[in-house]
């Protein structure tokens, strides 16, 4: 039976940690959702080891690629991750295998950093940001972010069986 939420820290080691800001996060700017390829993924992606992590706790037996996008700074209200295309155009709810969101830095700027008590929530679960922190969550899981003050950098990733119509 899948979890419906799991939290792993200190997941990444330095060098996987530098491989996915130069990827990722040499840019001050938010990488929209992009599409990769399980093949990709296995060859050339240092988002390979998390996924692998989140294969432990859900059934990746059918994987063929995920959804990958960055926030920085940024807040999402809450939502479910879904194949958007499909529900706008048929009210249809098609979800990922599974919610993936990677924190890879994350700084009070001066601010407690209680303060991000909120960052990452669902129905009945706040998840505190931290450093290196990954949360897996169940398919379907309604979540959001309240507005937090500071840096948080993240890699939000969902794997799909097959690829949602709207992702380039």
């Not at 938010?30 to 093949?39: D, G, M, N, R, Y």
Request: with cysteine; net charge negative; proline share 5%.
């Amino acid at each position: 039976m899948n979890p419906t939420l799991v939290v792993v820290d200190e997941i990444l080691n330095f060098e996987e940690r530098v491989l996915l800001y130069k990827s990722f996060f040499s840019t001050k700017e938010c990488i929209p959702s992009f599409w990769v390829t399980k093949e990709d993924i296995i060859n050339n992606y240092p988002i390979n080891k998390i996924l692998q992590v989140a294969a432990r706790h859900f059934d990746f037996s059918e994987f063929s690629g995920s959804e990958v996008w960055t926030h920085n700074l940024s807040a999402p209200g809450f939502h479910y991750d879904k194949d958007e295309d499909l529900y706008q155009k048929y009210g249809v709810n098609v979800f990922p295998l599974c919610t993936i969101v990677y924190y890879h830095e994350i700084s009070s700027q001066g601010s407690n950093l209680n303060n991000f008590k909120h960052a990452l929530s669902t129905q009945d679960t706040s998840i505190v940001p931290k450093e290196n922190r990954c949360v897996i969550m169940a398919p379907g899981l309604i979540h959001g972010s309240g507005g937090v003050g500071g840096i948080r950098k993240l890699i939000a990733i969902s794997p799909w069986i097959e690829k949602p119509n709207g992702i380039k």
